[in-house]
């Protein structure tokens, strides 16, 4: 199978960490383990979240006296894609030796007319107490929202349209390369008035850039893996109870938060519905089982999925040339 996965921001750090390079390298060398227990069996494509870490670079950046002005979002998301890029390169190779490993800087296009611009809802950065917060959106014009029993600051948040280098991945897969790319949902550009590639002020919700990118490379299966094991029904109420079977339609209309849940329902939602393939919701360290069909909540267009050959049924070379490799 071929198989995207977007890695949830508790792969690279968990709530309470301090953000040091350190913490989050071991975080992304345990990921790099049970990715490579995906990747010994299938073709597999590696987009990973960056809130935490765009959060951080945004705060030194405004916080530098020698800038007259604060780096761009953009800017700030090709630095995250460079850093965590190159830990995910670094832990896959050792985990995969032999196998090649590609690290891509991806630019993402999306609309300039998008009313998300208008309305921002990306949580980026770290959290704050509701005080921390005011006080610091009244000091750098930041708007800030709560995030479960804190606050943090957001930005916007437009809809992905396509990844700008689609066609460069698709050789990177087809030559059996593990691929890390579109980190942080990728960075996100606009066609300006003359048609050229323009940076713009956002953050693009990585799980909604999995969708697209997992629809685009022809994917069997989109993973998006976090720290829980499923979507749950009833969350935070003791008849809370995972699901682990549902169409796009059952999901949709559980009406999950936007800012939780909510982005990574419609993800996968949405890559049933254009391709007819299984999309997943569950624990990292459940991947191998997630595609094995025994752990997360597993969505497909009727609701069932026994395994690997309900999606991907083997072929002769003649009818399915992905399945015989360059």
Not at 45 to 66: K, Y
Not at 155 to 164: A, E, L, M, T, V
Not at 208 to 215: C, D, F
Not at 306 to 315: H, M, S
Request: charge should be negative.
């Amino acid at each position: 199978m071929r198989i995207v996965v977007a890695l949830g921001g508790n792969a690279l750090l968990r709530r309470g960490d301090v953000p040091d390079a350190t913490t989050q390298i071991a975080h992304v060398q345990h990921a790099a383990q049970e990715l490579a227990k995906l990747a010994e069996q299938h073709e597999l494509i590696v987009t990973h979240g960056n809130g935490p870490q765009v959060g951080v670079l945004a705060l030194e950046s405004a916080q530098d006296e020698r800038l007259s002005e604060c780096y761009p979002f953009d800017t700030l998301g090709a630095e995250t894609q460079g850093m965590i890029g190159y830990w995910l390169l670094q832990a896959l190779q050792n985990a995969l030796p032999g196998r090649h490993v590609a690290s891509l800087v991806n630019q993402t296009l999306v609309l300039a007319g998008d009313p998300a611009f208008a309305n921002p809802t990306k949580f980026i950065g770290e959290v704050y107490t509701k005080e921390q917060a005011e006080a610091l959106a009244a000091e750098k014009g930041w708007v800030v929202k709560p995030d479960g029993e804190h606050y943090r600051r957001v930005i916007g948040s437009p809809k992905p349209q396509r990844i700008i280098e689609t066609r460069m991945l698709h050789v990177l897969v087809n030559a059996g390369a593990v691929v890390v790319c579109a980190g942080g949902g990728g960075i996100p550009v606009i066609r300006n008035e003359k048609g050229k590639l323009q940076g713009v002020e956002a953050v693009i919700d990585k799980d909604r850039t999995a969708s697209v990118l997992a629809e685009s490379l022809d994917a069997d299966a989109l993973l998006i893996l976090t720290d829980v094991d499923g979507v749950q029904e009833g969350y935070g109420t003791p008849q809370a109870r995972t699901i682990r079977r549902a169409t796009p339609a059952q999901l949709r209309g559980m009406g999950l938060p936007a800012g939780s849940m909510g982005p990574k329902v419609d993800a996968v939602c949405d890559f049933v519905e254009l391709t007819g393939g299984m999309a997943a919701i569950g624990r990292l360290e459940d991947a191998v089982d997630i595609i094995a069909g025994q752990a997360g909540t597993i969505v497909t267009a009727g609701g069932d999925y026994g395994g690997p050959d309900d999606i991907r049924p083997e072929l002769p070379d003649a009818l399915d040339g992905r399945i015989r490799r360059v």
